[in-house]
């Protein structure tokens, strides 16, 4: 795993309950404390403290304009919060400052850590299905036919298997959204963030499209957060965050 | 539609004042460049010696050679208006808007654009006629008085441009297949054939029997005529194999992709090599013509002890043009470039942002896109340089030894036309960086 730089490491005495590396798997891989966030002069976010731990899948719920999205973007380093901290535990080395660090280090970090799956896929509709998989893996310094024998191990795991030439354009949404998925967990992403994966799809291809993002992540350990508007996406994940006016008002655990 | 719809349609939105600037400076560079061509032109037609029919058939050629980068650029400047109604038009069509109205909305709107960039133009040439008008030909300037056009010309200029904005914005909506959610679906790559490979070489067949079946003693009109129709054919069998000369590059290139930027430029020439051609067209035959006629001036100033006056004179004023098409095309082709990119970054916003959030940096996708620009260019660009080379062999020998000078400044005259197009390139990265800020 790529080593962050020293000033984005932190000591573990900033996570809670960090003592030991037995004990580390029910760490919380990421913890956010007093996070503000305003756009002129609309609050985004007040104040929000949150703690994931390692292999849960948390489903973030709200009105539209309640800070949900915000609330992703900061936890994933992609704004920076006006005040507050984000800190990330990898289950190998030490504790990252999500929000510290400068842009171009936030970018390393998403790129090597993260995955990222979003409401349309965006994916690059010039490439095929496979090298916009093993595209993640490339950027990072993996050759390309390692690259792309892993991606197409991804794509036969999500049952995509040969699928692998075809464009974007040529997939329907459900199968898009599958590689949008393998291409979040390619790089062997720890924790992946969601924002709406299943927005744009009829609710059978939304339920086998959670199957997907949910094998893929909890389903090996891994960790997923995810935004929706779905309360039937929300149930399927462990725990519920209920986010308005830019305040968490209730956390509840699935049953 | 009514006009409070329309009007309401038309209005700028905040923030969109450089998606309306840059399809309008597009149309002020076409019209400005148009306008000063036709009028240079115009000075030769003006002269009735003996001498000036070569002039006039060598200003001719400079036309031809000039008509299809102008061509590129204005459509590409119209796509560009085009383009920005995709997400409004969506939203018509979702209120129930016809087609028709919507097709009308766009079409008004380009031509507005393309009004105000022509007019924009017309000042533009004005303030260069007097730097042009010092060009010496035959001796003398070629003055500025004499470049300008009558204001009947001018107009008709800007109506011609103005149509064509008309008239792509139209067939650009056609091209965009926009459902009523807005989304922009690429299915399928255009298919290039090695038909057009076939097609060629028999055209080339055809014309290499036709030459030899020419008399020499042909008339002065017959020769230009033939000569017009040799510059025909040689541009259309260009685009016949310029598309899938380029795509079996980019296959290549794909082939050997190991960094992503050479997957995603190798991808992106190949997502349509027509396109990809379209760009960079203009420079081939401009090349072709660099070194084919670059190396004939070239020879001719070599023979100083032997030629007259008059021959030395024309050979200084063919180089002289011959400067003046390479530097007016590459200028032509960067502009169109720019214009392109900074329509397809305005395009891909949200893809680019999404690559962002991604962790992708943003000098991945910019040198995907200037490779995706830059490799066809060089391919054709000296491609095209080599065929002429191959063709004028001897000649190249000889004034490599007689007039290195000559075939230096022809050659520095390509490699800053060259410069001058990864300019265009580099001048829209601020507009993708804006999708790659923090937010």
Redesign the interface.
Known sequence: MYLLPARFRLQTDDMPDADDEAGRMNTPVLHAQSLTKTFGTTTALAGVDLTVARGESVAIMGASGSGKTTLL?VL?G???PDAGRVTYAPAAGAVVDVTGGS??E???????S?G?V?Q?G?L????TAI?NIS??L??NGT??RAAMEHAAGWMASLGLGGMEER????LSGGQAQRVAIARAQVTGAELVFADEPTGALDSQTSTDVMNALLWSTTGQGRTLLVVTHDSEVAARCSRTVRVRDGHIVDAAVSA | MNAQVLALLLRPAPGQGAVLALPATAFAMVTALVLTVVGGAQKFWSWTDPDAGLYQALAAIALVLLVVPLATLGGAAARLSARRRDERLSTLRLLGVSPAGVTGATVLESTAVATAGSLIGVLGHLAVVPLIGLIPFRGEPLGAESILLAPLGVVAVIAVVVLLAGVSAVVGLRQVVISPLGVRMRTSVPRVHWIRALLAVLVIAFAFVFVQVFPGTAGIVITITVLAGMFAVALAVLNLIGPWALKIHAKQGLRRAEKPERLLSARLVLESPKAAWRQVSGIAMTSFMAVFAGTGVAFMSTMSATESAENLALAADIRTGLIITLVGSFLIVAVSIGVNQASSILDQRELHRSLHFLGVQMTTVDAARTRAVMSPLLFTALGSALCAAVLVFPLVGITVITAPLSLLTIAAVVALGIALVWFGVRVTRPLLGTAFQPA
């Open positions: 973007h994933a992609i704004t920076a842009e171009r936030r970018s390393r970090l998403r790129r090597e993260f990222f979003f349309q965006l690059i509709p010039e490439l090298e595209l993640a490339m950027i050759p390309r464009r974007i354009g040529e």
